[in-house]
């Protein structure tokens, strides 16, 4: 099956910075790939997303880039605020929406 | 749009009985049910997959006469935890998706906590 590898687990940033969260991916397969934030005992809320056949995806402070043949994609978020604070999962699907294989989370901490 | 529900929120029940969560699309039919478990600090596994009408099809390790999944309609998937044991204490997420060009919508989660 798929396994997705997240890094780094925590990550601590002032506010203004950017932050870059890491994720590969084992399945060449897969073709589509989400992510979340997750606060605290709350769902998990997607934020972006790319398909395969995309490079890259931004959406205001948020971006996403994708490397096939690295089998690699990075969330960046530029001009953090705290309330980017939270936990952030990266996942890849088997076909579009499919079942979802999620890394094993980053928390960031953005601080004042 | 695209709203899921996830009842109940947090349960708390001795060791040996069964709990039943309820997930349910409120404004779009499901065609797709996803259960997850989270446990503290730690990622979404996937547990099953559950299309309505169908059997639900486990992934590796997830005992399916342990955790029972039923799609009967189109907005509602059950899962039960049966005779429910503290190691099942965990952080029980649904999700669910209109089709297979549709994206998957989750649920507020279910905080089970056994005794």
């Known amino acids: 099956g798929e396994n997705v590898e997240q890094h780094p687990s925590t990550l601590s940033v002032q506010e203004g910075d950017s932050a870059v969260i890491k994720c590969t991916y084992s399945?060449?397969?897969?073709?589509?790939f989400p992510w979340y934030k997750q606060e605290l005992g709350k769902r998990p809320q997607l934020i972006i997303d790319i398909r395969s056949n995309v490079g890259e995806k931004k959406d205001q402070r948020i971006a996403v880039t994708l490397n096939k043949t690295a089998k690699h994609f990075s969330l960046h978020i530029t001009e953090t605020q705290p309330e980017d604070s939270a936990v952030y999962f990266c996942?890849?699907?088997?076909?579009?929406?499919?079942?979802?294989?999620f890394g094993s989370g980053t928390k960031l901490n953005v601080k004042p | 749009g695209a709203v899921v529900s996830q009842h109940p929120s947090w349960v708390i029940c001795k060791s040996g009985t069964s709990v039943k969560i309820e997930c349910r699309s409120l404004d779009f039919q499901a065609t797709t049910m996803f259960w997850y478990r989270q446990f503290p600090k730690q990622s979404l596994m996937l547990m099953a997959t559950s299309n309505e009408g169908s059997k639900a099809t486990y992934e590796q390790g997830v005992e399916k006469d342990k955790f029972l999944i039923n799609h009967a309609s189109l907005t509602l998937s059950t899962l039960t935890v049966t005779s429910a044991h503290p190691e099942d204490s965990s952080f029980y997420i649904c999700?669910?998706?209109?089709?297979?060009?549709?994206?998957?919508?989750f649920g507020d989660g279910t905080r089970l906590s056994i005794l």
């Open positions: 399945d060449s397969a897969s073709n589509y």
């Open positions: 999700s669910a998706r209109g089709g297979s060009d549709q994206p998957q919508h």
């Open positions: 996942a890849a699907s088997l076909g579009n929406f499919n079942k979802f294989y």
